[in-house]
Nanobody
């Protein structure tokens, strides 16, 4: 059974860093678009970063601070988050998508940026 499992969330002070990891299993996701979404309380889920092939895309609010990467051999995707701000507080979800295939979501991992 295919699944995505996130890890690495937690509490961090403003200006700090965290690295989120997403472990995919059940199939090879190397040809899939992989992405990180986040959802803050009372807000809609939003795309944070995506990677497909060798291309990456980021939402404006995280450009220059976050970096998405993938290791196809390990079937993982990561999100390095630097210079974290309180407004980055949200549940972060791993996502996988491919044409003519179903979408996959992880269960989410909480990131809280606060003193």
């Amino acid at each position: 059974q295919e699944q995505l499992v996130e890890s690495g969330g937690g509490l961090v002070q403003p200006g700090g860093s965290l690295t989120l990891s997403c472990a995919a299993s059940g199939r090879a996701f190397s040809t899939y678009l992989m992405a990180w979404y986040r959802q803050a309380p009372g807000k809609q889920r939003e795309l944070v970063a995506q990677i497909t092939g060798g291309s990456t895309k980021y939402t404006d609010s995280v450009k220059g601070r976050f970096t998405i990467s993938r290791d196809n051999a390990k079937n993982t995707v990561s999100l390095q988050m630097n210079s974290l701000k309180p407004e980055d507080t949200a549940v972060y979800y791993c996502y996988a998508s491919q044409l003519f295939s179903r979408d996959y979501w992880g269960q989410g991992t909480q990131v809280t940026v606060s003193f």
